[in-house]
């Protein structure tokens, strides 16, 4: 039986297709990472499985209960950290656990050990009698994790666990989700970071206007995108266009542009790749900051797979929000 | 399978005991924030406070038609507005717990389904009992006397509190829909205002022209106020008593299920 098995589901909300038709089967103890720009599903799919969203066709289960018709039992087994840090400011962060553990069902006592131990576990033993409003992102996003594992969770959701977060508290949180799945927790994440997925999950599906486009580990995907690439890049942005024109004959295929800097050759060697293309660029006097021979990234994936990019662009071009959010601007 | 059995062991309890029991950890968050934060105590007394002490000297004087002491007929009056301008905070801070994705968070969790909402209005209904509490305190330095008994005086309070509590559902099942902090505001407030002042809250309904006075006895704040301030001036209770326990019953009938609802679909 899957942790997680989704038949068939789609979401409207009213014209907007936010789900079409999704299918997912993920194995007990493993890390699945749904993949996607903003507003491709992600967060619909999460609020499905979770019970907060009812689904308007198909069938879902999780730890083998029904999303419609179990959804009290489910809720028994899930833990659910959602995009946004849900940890309450007024309360310390010990009483936050705390709380969330009665809620859950646990006596006093038994709340009470809960609370020491996760935040001893999440290194905020130190923070545990200072209210929220004091705490650093990073901590709240670590003290809403713990919030998440409360109940022993036999499948966890972390929603965009590191969006927001400065570089350095999001390695620290890689690190400490990969521990928990280490404990055996199957985990559902959703992220827009092609380096997130690629790090967390075994396997990845990748979503995109509510279909799901493409599925398999992060080696599968980037063996759909074909072999390695030889990424260049220019140090004059407006001969970009001139260095893809140089390099034509000396990859596999033809090279493409990608940002205002970056020329992409498909190699299918590497053997001579590299001083054809410093030789050409030379004798057409274009200048490199940087060149590399390198295997495809999950960004080349999505470029593959939807014809535009996976990050920031993507967000701000104008696909419709298929996913409406309360207002939340400028909270951080 | 340890932890799935336990769940639905666990599970058999979705029931009276568990809406009780989640029911007390919300109204002890809720009520937590007034001791962390004095400030909104203090903030949220000195309005009524200052309601008592205008009415009584800036209109004290010039509303007529009041027989007897103004302050003894006004009080009553600021009881019932304090509750209903209270319970406008119920739908605020529901939209803010929803802006900071509490409630996502606890609509996750196997918690009973209607204690996050019963846990506010509870709290709100606390936070106004004490209010009220401080206005009779202020009233009594400035001349209010109850004229009944001490369970005429509480029972006026607590029915005034009631009724806010009732209200307090309105203002649940607007904070829920409306989804914004500053709409929920706005929203929640903008029909209390003509309904707590065309009433008989602070002038006898007799002298507002005839068109107003119809509707204005046909105001629950005014069959509210009725009852109060029978009780405490210790005349005759009945009939606006049951008036106003028939509101107060009707309210939460239509207004708890709806806000519920909208609690459960709320995201």
Redesign the interface.
């Known amino acids: 039986m899957g942790a997680i098995e989704v038949e068939g589901v789609s979401k409207n909300f009213g014209e907007l297709c936010a789900l079409d038709n999704i299918n997912l089967d993920i194995e007990p103890g493993t890390v699945y990472g749904l993949l996607g720009p903003n507003g491709a599903g992600k967060t619909t799919a999460v609020?499905i499985l979770?019970?907060?969203?009812d689904l308007d066709s198909g069938r879902a289960t999780v730890?083998?209960f029904d999303v419609a018709t179990q959804a009290?039992?489910l809720?028994?087994?899930?833990g659910?950290a959602?995009?946004?840090?849900?940890v309450?400011?007024?309360?310390t962060g010990w009483?936050n656990i705390e709380?969330?553990a009665?809620?859950?069902?646990f006596n006093r006592r038994e709340s009470a050990r809960r609370g020491d131990s996760l935040l001893e576990r999440f290194e905020l033993a130190d923070a545990r009698d200072r209210?929220v409003k004091t705490y650093s992102g990073g901590m709240r996003r670590r003290l809403d994790l713990a919030?998440s594992l409360v109940?022993?969770p036999?499948v966890l959701f972390l929603d965009e666990p590191t969006t927001g977060l400065d570089p350095r508290s999001r390695f620290a949180l890689w690190d400490t989700i990969e521990q928990l799945v280490d404990g055996g927790t199957t985990l559902m994440l959703t992220t827009q970071y092609l380096e997130e997925a690629d790090r967390l999950a075994h396997r990845i599906g990748v979503i995109d206007h509510g279909e799901l486009i493409a599925e398999g580990t992060s080696d599968e995907l980037k063996g759909k995108v074909g072999g390695d690439v030889l990424a260049l890049e220019i140090a004059d942005a407006s001969q970009t266009a001139a260095a893809a024109e140089a390099v034509r004959n000396v990859g596999s295929e033809a090279p493409r542009i990608e940002g205002a800097n970056d020329v992409i050759v498909p190699v299918s060697t590497h053997v001579g790749v590299i001083t054809d293309a410093v030789r050409a660029l030379d004798a057409a006097g274009i200048k490199l900051t940087d060149l590399a021979i390198r295997r495809p990234t999950l960004d080349d994936v999505f470029m593959t797979l939807t014809g535009h990019r996976a990050e920031a662009e993507a967000a701000a071009d104008s696909e419709p929000e298929t996913e409406?959010r309360?207002?939340?601007g400028g909270r951080r | 399978m340890t932890t799935v059995t336990e769940a639905v062991r666990r599970n058999r309890d979705m029931s009276a005991g568990r809406l009780w029991s989640d029911s007390v950890v919300m109204t002890k968050r809720n009520l937590l924030k007034y001791p962390r934060i004095p400030t909104l105590l203090v903030f949220s007394t000195i309005q009524p406070i200052m309601f008592v002490l205008l009415f009584t000297y800036v209109f004290g004087g010039a509303i007529g038609g009041v027989s007897g002491n103004y302050v003894d007929f006004l009080l009553p009056g600021i009881f019932a507005q304090t509750a209903i301008f209270g319970s406008t905070q119920t739908g605020v801070g529901l939209a803010e717990d929803m802006h900071k994705g509490l409630i996502e968070r606890y609509r996750s969790l196997p918690m009973s389904r209607s204690a996050v909402l019963v846990g506010r209005t509870v709290s709100d209904g606390v936070r106004n009992f004490f209010v009220v509490w401080l206005m009779t305190i202020v009233g009594y330095l400035v001349g209010f006397r109850f004229h009944g008994n001490i369970l005429q005086s509480l029972a006026a309070m607590l029915l005034a509190v009631l009724f806010g509590f009732a209200f307090s559902w309105i203002s649940a099942f607007i904070g829920m829909t409306v989804n914004d902090v500053e709409t929920a505001q706005v929203a929640g407030f903008v029909w209390v205002f003509p309904l707590t002042f065309a009433s008989s809250a602070f002038v006898p309904v007799a002298s507002m022209p005839g068109w107003l006075q119809g509707l204005t006895k046909a105001n629950p704040v005014t069959v509210t106020v009725d009852a109060v301030r029978a009780l405490v001036l210790n005349t005759p209770v009945t009939p606006h008593i049951w008036y106003s326990l028939a509101w107060l019953i009707g309210i939460l009938l239509v207004f708890v299920p709806l806000a519920v609802r909208a609690y459960r679909r709320a995201v």
Do not use: F, N, S
């Open positions: 609020r979770t019970t907060l969203l730890a083998g009290t039992q809720r028994h087994v899930i659910l959602g995009q946004y840090a849900a309450d400011e007024i309360l009483e709380m969330v009665r809620l859950y069902g209210q919030a109940g022993d036999e409406p309360r207002k939340r």
